[in-house]
């Protein structure tokens, strides 16, 4: 188990009981076509939510498979489809597309970032600087940054990620969807 997966292990620990249960129905009320234009900047619907809720449901999805085009845990998540499924139970509407989050939030320095965030990649071809890949930043210190995100890899699915070579090859820019006083 490396640092990530033994920092995600302990805060999944930590986290309520009406977190840790993830809704595996299936059912989904994203509606694709009201998705497709981002609004900026993205200011939560449901500003009840904090982005340490958001990130421990998300680990509830740790091992879900990888399966492109989906948002149903009971089959797989492609990396949006993660991030839309996740925003979702939280009553958040954000664009189903990654290439949609390009100019959807607010741009932050990488070593702002905290838990919540998303970080945003290109696809596999790195020297196409279009956003193809993106997950949500899970842990962040001045050492190190981990990501919990639907890989399409070796790993093949919901995996937590610290921030190494490769995906630094990749790397577009961090981007803040909740409000400054959220992470206070």
Known sequence: MNACQEHAQQKTND?????KSADSSGTSDVKPDSLLHPVMPLMPSNT??????VVAFSKTLLGVPYLYAS????????????ITYVFQHFNIKVPRSSVDFTNYGREIDSVQAKPGDL????????MTRIVGHMGIVESA????????????????????????DYYRSRFVKIIRVFPEEAFQ
């Open 48 to 53: 009840s939510v904090d982005p340490d809720s």
């Open 15 to 19: 986290a309520p009981e009406s977190i």
């Open 141 to 164: 210190t001045k050492d190190s940054l981990c990501f919990i995100h639907s890989s399409s890899g070796k790993a093949k699915g919901v995996v937590i990620t610290k921030l190494g």
């Open 119 to 126: 970080i945003l990649f290109t696809g596999t071809d790195s």
């Open 71 to 82: 948002t149903d845990p009971a089959n797989g998540f492609d990396c949006s489809g993660f």
